[in-house]
């Protein structure tokens, strides 16, 4: 049972328009989102995060939206590029405390800037 | 953010073997975890490495398979037991950053078993 679901698995823009990737949840106890950036032969690189009591953060050119009705997040990056060209992981945990800290992550979705 | 390094980068080890995986981290953190990406899937826990005390498994992942090490606050082991081919993945650290509550992870150790 796949609790975390990035149902597009790759995702193609222009340089300088818009980058929407998106996640799905459907575990309620879940309470912290986060995207990691992940380029080949590295570990993923922490982006953006948000708690569920809001419903949008923001951070230079990565804002990330969230709906807790429909469970469901998007991370936008504005304007994209080509250095943004990577495999974007969505990850979910439920709670505070101890074993609440474990993270739960989507499959991830390869995003290509083109110039 | 933390500084997080793992050993070895990568290895080619032969069926039925041992690979043991080192993670140091710049501070001290309360907590690690390692996680494994096999081909083509999303990361997956293993476990939380807990210092001073024997590490807790996640559903499917057992100690005699995936010993850990906790001696300090700043290292952890990771040791694969027994190779097989369906062990062939990414093996990566994390630590969590109480100041930002927020999960760093460590370059990865990309193991292909033979």
């Known amino acids: 049972d796949q609790q975390v679901k990035q149902n597009s698995p790759s995702l193609s823009v222009q340089e300088g328009r818009i980058s929407i990737l998106n996640c799905d949840y459907t575990?309620?106890?879940?309470?912290?989102f986060l995207w990691y950036k992940k380029y080949p032969a590295e570990g993923p690189t922490f982006l953006i995060s948000?708690?569920?009591?809001?419903d949008k953060n923001e951070d230079g050119r990565f804002t990330v939206f969230l709906n807790k009705s429909a469970k469901h997040l998007s991370l936008h990056i504005v304007p994209s590029q080509p250095g943004d060209s990577a495999v974007y992981f969505c990850?979910?945990?439920?709670?505070?405390?101890?074993?609440?800290?474990?993270?739960?992550f989507g499959k991830g979705t390869l995003l290509t800037v083109n110039p | 953010s933390a500084v997080i390094s793992q050993k070895p980068s990568r290895d080619i080890c032969q069926r039925g073997t041992s690979l043991t995986i080192q993670c140091q981290v710049d501070?001290?953190?309360?907590?690690m975890f390692w996680y494994r990406q096999q081909p083509g899937q999303s990361l997956t826990l293993i476990a939380t490495?807990?210092?001073?005390?024997?590490?807790?498994?996640e559903s499917g992942f057992v100690i005699d398979k995936f010993p850990i090490s906790r001696p300090n606050l700043t290292f952890s082991t990771l040791t694969v037991s027994n190779m097989s081919p369906e062990d062939s993945s990414i093996y990566l650290c994390?630590?969590?950053?109480?100041?930002?509550?927020?999960?760093?992870f460590g370059p990865g150790t990309r193991l292909t078993v033979l």
């Open positions: 994390s630590v969590r950053s109480r100041a930002t509550d927020t999960q760093y």
């Open positions: 575990n309620s106890m879940f309470d912290y």
């Open positions: 948000i708690s569920s009591i809001k």
């Open positions: 990850a979910a945990s439920g709670g505070s405390g101890g074993s609440n800290y474990k993270l739960t």
């Open positions: 501070s001290q953190v309360t907590m």
């Open positions: 490495a807990n210092q001073g005390s024997e590490a807790t498994y």
